[in-house]
């Protein structure tokens, strides 16, 4: 019998000093991001990829109500310099790649392109992540954000299930349009619209399809899936953004799977990582 492939002992998902609006702590966390390193090495990782979030394109219309998720234009330089340093300084005790998560927005694929490809000098990797829907013109709608912003999408698309199908198809049809593919390049959080499913818990009886088109896509491109642990924290949650049947699916297709903690926070590092290494073993 051939062996189980198992998960890399990598958190391929961490924010940092940076990161402009932590979950948990609004504007950031103040701890260094040398904190968020000591952690994963006191827990046995070799590798960390730290991606903040990237800037939105100029004047974009951010519909979340604080306007701070992202990076403004002027901070992005200096972060890629701190963890440029970072990944020199701890060379020998553990793996750091420089990336960052860039969101996939649908028509703004030049302003993801001509990022990525102007930093590739210093980037290591690319998190890919739809964190917004267009809902019209110059009009968005959010998934995560908030339970109520979330409802007000969802009214927009017609639906939960409506907004779920419509989630799902954007994902595959932003993996087909590939604006990274000048880096390796992850889908960060596949499943990051179950984040308020205690409160919504409405599904479409096509989903299971639109995840496996989601994971076939990505076998098609050569993208990675971030199997990440953030949804395990959040209350109207408790379940990783991958699993059950897109991540057989992703067994089934061969696409690498990298565990993502996506840490606001120090003690977040490897946070959910026993959960996602049994999630991992049960779906092969
Ligand atoms: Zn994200
Ligand atoms: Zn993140």
Same mark, same amino acid.
């Given at each position: 019998?051939?062996?189980?492939?198992?998960?890399?002992?990598?958190? $391929?998902?961490?924010? =940092?000093?940076?990161?402009?609006?932590?979950?948990?702590?609004?504007?950031?966390?103040?701890?260094?991001?040398?904190?968020?390193?000591?952690?994963?090495?006191?827990?046995?990782?070799?590798?960390?990829?730290?991606?903040?979030?990237?800037?939105?394109?100029?004047?974009?219309?951010?519909?979340?109500?604080?306007?701070?998720?992202?990076?403004?234009?002027?901070?992005?330089?200096?972060?890629?310099?701190?963890?440029?340093?970072?990944?020199?300084?701890?060379?020998?005790?553990?793996?750091?790649?420089?990336?960052?998560?860039?969101? @996939?927005?649908?028509?703004?694929?030049?302003?993801?392109?001509?990022? /990525?490809?102007?930093?590739?000098?210093?980037?290591?990797?690319?998190?890919?992540?739809?964190?917004?829907?267009?809902? $019209?013109?110059?009009? %968005?709608? =959010?998934?995560?954000?908030?339970?109520?912003?979330?409802?007000?999408?969802?009214?927009?698309?017609?639906?939960?299930?409506?907004?779920?199908?419509?989630? @799902?198809?954007?994902?595959?049809?932003?993996?087909?349009?590939?604006?990274? +593919? *000048?880096?390796?390049?992850?889908?960060?959080?596949?499943?990051? /619209?179950? +984040?308020?499913?205690? @409160?919504?818990?409405?599904?479409?009886?096509?989903?299971?399809? @639109? &995840?496996?088109?989601? /994971?076939?896509?990505?076998? &098609?491109?050569? %993208? *990675?899936?971030?199997?990440?642990?953030?949804?395990?924290? +959040?209350?109207?949650?408790?379940?990783?953004?991958?699993?059950?049947?897109?991540?057989?699916?992703?067994?089934?297709?061969?696409?690498?799977?990298?565990?993502?903690?996506?840490?606001?926070?120090?003690?977040?590092?490897?946070?959910?990582?026993?959960?996602?290494?049994?999630?991992?073993?049960?779906?092969?």
């Amino acid at each position: 019998m051939p062996p189980i492939p198992s998960l890399p002992r990598w958190d $391929g998902h961490v924010h =940092s000093q940076f990161a402009p609006h932590g979950q948990f702590a609004p504007h950031g966390d103040p701890s260094a991001t040398e904190s968020f390193l000591q952690h994963a090495v006191s827990l046995g990782f070799t590798r960390v990829t730290l991606a903040e979030h990237a800037p939105l394109p100029d004047a974009f219309p951010d519909p979340t109500p604080d306007h701070d998720g992202n990076l403004s234009a002027e901070q992005l330089e200096p972060y890629l310099r701190h963890a440029a340093d970072l990944r020199e300084r701890w060379r020998g005790r553990l793996d750091i790649l420089v990336g960052l998560e860039v969101d @996939l927005l649908p028509g703004h694929e030049d302003h993801a392109r001509s990022l /990525v490809e102007r930093h590739a000098g210093t980037l290591d990797e690319v998190v890919a992540s739809l964190h917004l829907l267009p809902l $019209g013109r110059d009009e %968005w709608g =959010s998934i995560d954000y908030s339970p109520e912003t979330f409802a007000e999408t969802a009214r927009r698309c017609g639906s939960v299930a409506a907004l779920r199908r419509r989630y @799902l198809e954007t994902l595959a049809e932003q993996i087909d349009r590939d604006a990274c +593919k *000048s880096l390796p390049h992850r889908l960060g959080h596949p499943l990051l /619209v179950d +984040k308020f499913r205690r @409160l919504f818990p409405e599904t479409s009886p096509l989903e299971d399809s @639109l &995840a496996e088109a989601v /994971v076939a896509a990505a076998s &098609a491109h050569g %993208w *990675s899936l971030d199997l990440n642990a953030a949804g395990l924290r +959040k209350p109207h949650c408790g379940m990783l953004y991958l699993r059950g049947p897109m991540l057989a699916a992703a067994r089934r297709f061969a696409v690498p799977v990298v565990y993502g903690s996506d840490a606001h926070r120090p003690e977040e590092v490897g946070a959910g990582w026993s959960e996602a290494v049994a999630e991992f073993e049960g779906s092969g």
